[in-house]
Each structure stands twice: as C-alpha cells, then as structure tokens.
C-alpha cells in the first residue's frame, strides 16, 4: 500500500471533500470538538484548528507529499484533513482549490494500489513536473496508472494511463467550484466520478452519432451535466440492454444505451439497468412490447442538440 504522511503525524478522522458524496461535512463528523485546536510539530510543525463547521490544518518547513517525497512550503486544506496510516482516509487535499504547497499540485489518485481493480479514491499533494506536458498532450505516470504522480501541468491529470506502460493523455481537471464546475473548453463537460473524486473535463458526444475516438465510447455523464461524454473503453464494463448498471456510474452503459430505474426496464434484476436510446422524431422499436421511447430530459431541461433524444421505458 502506498501511503503519505505529513512531517508531523496529525489525526483527523474525515474523509476527502470532494465530489457528490462528501460534501457538506461537519466536524461533528470528523471527531474533533468544535471548540478545540490541536498542534503538533516535529520537522517543522503542523497545527489544526477547528470551529464548528470546518477544519483546517496548516504545515510548514518540510512537507511530505502524497507519493513519499519531501518539499518546502506551506499548506492549508479544509474539512478533510486526514492520516496517513488511517485505512480508507487517504486524500488531504482539494482538487477545486489547488491548496497544496509552492511546486506541487492536488490531483486525484488511487491510495491502495494493491486493489484487483484500483479506483480514484483520494486527493494528493503530488510535485509539478519542471517541464509538465498540456492538456491533450502525452504523458506518463510512475508506480502505476492512477497514483496520481505524472508529469501533466497543474491543473490537469494523465488520463486513461496504460497499466502496463504508464502513458496516457493529460486531460483538464474542472475549474470553478462543485456547485458550479466549469470546463474552459467549451466542447467538453465536467464529469464527476468514483464518488466525486475525480473531476475531468471529457469530450462531449452524440449517442445517436458518436464520434469518439477508436478506443472510446459515449456514455452518459449523469453525475455531471446530464449530457453525453467520451470515455476509454478501457473504463466502460460494456454492458448490454437489460444488464445492471447500478453500480457503474452509469459507464456500464455504452453507445445507444443509458442508465435508467428498473421499472424502465422489464427483467431488470437490480437498482438500475441499461435500455435503448432513440430519436423522438423517429423513435426506434423498443426491446419489449410495453416499453415506449420517452423523452429523456423533462421539457426545457434538454443539454444543446439532445432536444430530440429518447429512452426505451415502460409507459405509465
């Protein structure tokens, strides 16, 4: 297991405040009395202070980052400092505020490397490469594909990095905030995914008419703008009509396909399950006789150039 520490061991036990399933912590849940401030020094010191709604922790002198290696500077970070040695708390920083110290960037990584299949589940303070490759531009990781060390500038992570060789792409973090991400390129959409953790300007996309690259598919960005994005196929279960998407968020579901409730779906054995997209003006033969295709955005709710799109689903 790959783990981080700060110079001085601090103990807060919260989890990362990032994304959709960690926002809008309070102390009262991270174990730290509203009204007390802790300090601890060793080389250099560490000091948390806490007052009802957040947490703060600031370092200075040496500064140990996220992959083990050392740095100077000073680092403050919100409500979700955490321990190094605490399993399943791994991230102390924040994607959104960039609040690492001078020469390193908060990007997100997976913290146990040894998982069958390892997961984006934390936020580090990782060096900056001196000479860090752009957004669209190679790049490589080193360790392994999702440690979160990589030679893409700041605001930027190596996307889609192959296991084996460690290249991959760098591709645009989301800037703004969580209420109100932004992608400064227009032809992309902030996708929030594993929990929030990951935060990545992806391309947008047509699934009536992808046009992804060969290695990709298009599926829908549902924990996002509720628009169509691409993503490596090497990230997508590809399953089929009817197949449960519950716990995929909503990837699973690849080209024509989308995730929806099982009552859409007949036969459908879990929460949610994949069913057929179409065209309203032109709505396809649904996979079952009591299934219609329904608009799938509400009226005026439609992303630009999807007015039209549609899922398979059982009529009310």
């Known amino acids: 297991m790959y783990r981080w520490g700060f110079a001085a061991l601090v103990l807060v036990a919260c989890g990362p405040n990032v994304g959709t399933s960690s926002a809008g912590g309070s102390s009262s849940e991270s174990g730290v009395d509203s009204s007390s401030t802790a300090a601890a020094s060793a080389e250099g010191s560490a000091t948390i202070a806490s007052t009802g709604t957040s947490t703060t922790l600031t370092t200075s002198a ?16 919100g409500t979700f400092i955490t321990a190094p040695d605490v399993p399943g708390h791994c991230g102390y920083c924040d994607v959104w505020a960039q609040d ?13 490397s040894e998982d069958e299949e390892p997961e984006w589940d934390a936020a580090g303070c990782f060096p900056l490469d001196p000479s860090p490759a752009q957004p669209g531009e190679p790049c490589v990781t080193e360790e392994y594909a999702l440690s979160g060390r990589d030679d893409c500038e700041i605001s ?18 989301c800037v703004g905030s969580e209420a109100n991400p932004i992608c400064e390129d227009g032809s992309r959409s902030c996708y929030f995914g594993d929990d929030g953790i990951l935060t990545l300007c992806l391309p947008q996309c047509d699934p009536l008419a992808p046009a992804c690259g060969d290695q990709e598919t298009c599926v829908w960005n549902q924990h996002g ?3 169509f994005v691409c993503v490596p196929l090497r990230h997508v279960p590809a399953l089929a009509y009817g197949d449960d998407c519950s716990d995929d968020d909503g990837f699973g579901c690849g080209d024509g396909l989308v995730c929806q409730s099982a009552g859409e779906v007949p036969g459908c054995e879990g929460t949610r399950c994949c069913t057929m997209l179409g065209d309203v003006t032109a709505a396809p033969m649904c ?30």
């Not at 996220?66 to 680092?75: C, H, L, Q, V």
């Open 62 to 77: 040496d500064t140990t980052f996220a992959d083990g290696s050392e740095g100077e500077g000073e680092a403050s970070a």
């Open 100 to 112: 690492c110290p001078e020469n390193s960037k908060c990007s997100p990584y997976a913290c146990v």
């Open 156 to 173: 930027s992570l190596c996307w889609d990095a192959d296991p084996d060789t460690l290249t991959g792409v760098c591709a645009p973090l």
């Open 225 to 227: 703008a509720l628009d």
């Open 287 to 316: 996979p079952d006789a009591t299934q219609t295709c329904a608009p799938l955005y509400p009226d005026g709710e439609a992303p630009e150039g999807l007015e039209n799109l549609c899922a398979c689903g059982v009529a009310e």
